[in-house]
């Protein structure tokens, strides 16, 4: 959380005159994104009556780390493929020269529609099986979106983080180094290769949908997606969602809801099924690597909470020993 | 700027719930606040139709700090007592119960209207004489507000401060002992006690004012508010909006804009013009100590951005070398 550059309103205002939005009416800094600034804006609206929504709410994100800067046009380009397709997915606002993004300080700014609902922590099973169906409903809607963008948390660069972790994993906890070595071979040798691949949202956690009620009303912060395989984002958002409670633990019938919601839209293949306990091991040890990382490399004065990576190192373990139970549907 | 509590959709949906404003559309930490947290709420609207204006968009704030509890009633009171005579001010919104704020694990909470607006870092002229008017509109208005706080940052309290800070001051700024000490006995012998006391806001930076165009759309954040000398609060707005650019100079014209605007709505007495020098320089001193204090007691992790404290000792130069000059109206 955090705002890491002052924006004033001249700043503000000049740089909304360069979208048809209006004027600014009002601009709040936001506590959300961990590598971006974010301010919510309202203005007074679009001039004319087209046949686009009238929006005058909006996210103004702030891009604090060139390395995002290639990669724009696919995440921007992302959101508005999937949009356009009818998909709880806000807008890019492209300026009046038709671009996605602006250059602003030396910092890449995209102008973003705002989308109501709140991100829930604890979700019931009909909360979690919406998740399903919203998830599995953009795998379906992407795959004719042209764009592709490889992931670079791929199981090899899980690997890569540890080796730059080094004698720093131990001190997170003694037991660490041991588990990482058990679990990370095996994982990366089952590494399925042949499953079916779509573009991945690979970071759908509870804070990255907005739920109005039942209903997912928004999926944000695409900043992972890659192309990759359907099963693995399933996968990740099993680990991401289904855990919680005393000592983090899992709760079968948010898993499970979220299983049958994926195949309310989307049937898994038999080999999907088949592979996922090996990638709900991977999608947690893909964040025992980056909390890891984290972990040792956040300055003690960073503005950024550091997030425990012994959390995910459960979730691993608990797959590693459940088997597929965790992922089969309920019986009806 | 700052979120230091993490609230759950489920906690705010539940605490929204003892309020008439709806169901809870959306929630947005803001990185607003020093030692507060603060959300922006959009809910579905009041049941009915009242005379009340269907507020839909409100900032809920949790009081991190035990010690403002007390002082609660008075806050939130004042922000009522104003918004009722059309002061450009947030209502206090009331729970189902009446009460002002409520407790929420063992926090205060309030939820307090939204309003429009930007706050400018770069007033024009015709922005401060509005920010001037909308202050003296503010004294006008509390005239007649039963209640009182003592002022906690009053000139014994700066000295204590500086007290505290100790061999500290040195290690900001060499100068910085010798220079506390030539001006703080002065101001202290000079202060004046007979000039006119009201319910001053006694901290309207620009970050505590919104604005559309030239007009004030929000006075905000009423957490130093306190009962005494009108001139004093004139003398703080002053010292926070009339310098800028570089090596932080004097802009005649927003001064003068200032007390302009303010004499438009409460003509000062000839006592008050006269003691606005030495009143300006208490004001730069004000944040001088406060400053200092912060600046030597914030750890070096926290969330908080430290301001420093040469800024206003700049400004507390200017003042006591500059005499009525930056306190008299433009020819006209």
């Known amino acids: 959380m955090a705002v ?56 103004l994100t702030m891009y604090e780390r060139r390395i995002e800067l290639d990669d724009l046009p696919f995440f921007l380009g992302l959101l508005d493929h999937l949009a356009a397709r009818g998909g709880p997915v806000p807008r890019t606002i492209h300026d009046r020269s038709g671009a996605a993004f602006r250059m602003m300080d030396g910092k890449a700014v ?81 590494w399925p290769d042949d499953l079916p691949r779509t573009t991945i949202h690979a970071d759908l956690f509870p804070d990255n949908v907005l739920m109005l009620g039942d209903d997912v009303s928004g999926m944000i912060d695409f900043y992972f997606a890659c192309t990759d395989m359907a099963a693995y984002d399933l996968a ?31 049937p898994l293949t038999q080999a999907e099924r088949a592979a996922l306990p090996l990638l709900a091991q991977g999608a947690a040890m893909r964040f025992v690597a980056t909390r890891a990382f984290d972990w040792i490399n956040t300055p003690d004065d960073a503005l950024v909470a550091r997030k425990d990576p012994m959390d995910f190192v459960k979730r691993l373990q608990f797959y590693a020993e459940a088997g597929d139970g965790p992922f089969t549907p309920a019986p009806r």
Chains 1, 2 share one sequence.
């Not at 740089?15 to 301010?39: F, H, Q, R, T």
């Not at 991401?240 to 989307?266: H, N």
């Open 110 to 190: 995209a102008l973003i529609e705002y989308l109501p609902g709140v991100s829930i922590d604890r979700p019931s099973p009909a909360q979690a099986r919406a998740v399903g169906r919203a998830l599995a409903g953009m795998h379906v809607a992407s795959a004719d979106f042209a764009a592709t963008r490889a992931n670079d948390l791929a199981p090899p660069d899980w690997q890569d983080l540890f080796q730059q972790c080094g004698s720093g994993l131990a001190t997170i906890n003694a037991s660490l180094p041991r588990i990482v070595e058990t679990h990370l071979s095996a994982i990366m040798a089952g």
């Open 236 to 266: 990740v958002t099993h680990a991401a969602w289904s855990f919680g409670g005393p000592g983090t633990m899992f709760k079968p019938e948010i898993g499970q809801a979220l299983v049958a919601g994926y195949e309310d839209i989307r």
């Open 4 to 59: 890491y550059t002052h924006l004033g309103a001249d700043d503000l205002a000049g740089l909304i005159a360069e979208y048809n939005v209006g004027s600014l009416l009002s601009a709040k800094g936001i506590a959300e994104g961990v590598s971006n600034s974010n301010w919510l804006l309202e203005t007074s609206g679009a001039d004319g009556h087209g046949a686009a929504r009238q929006a005058t709410r909006f996210i």
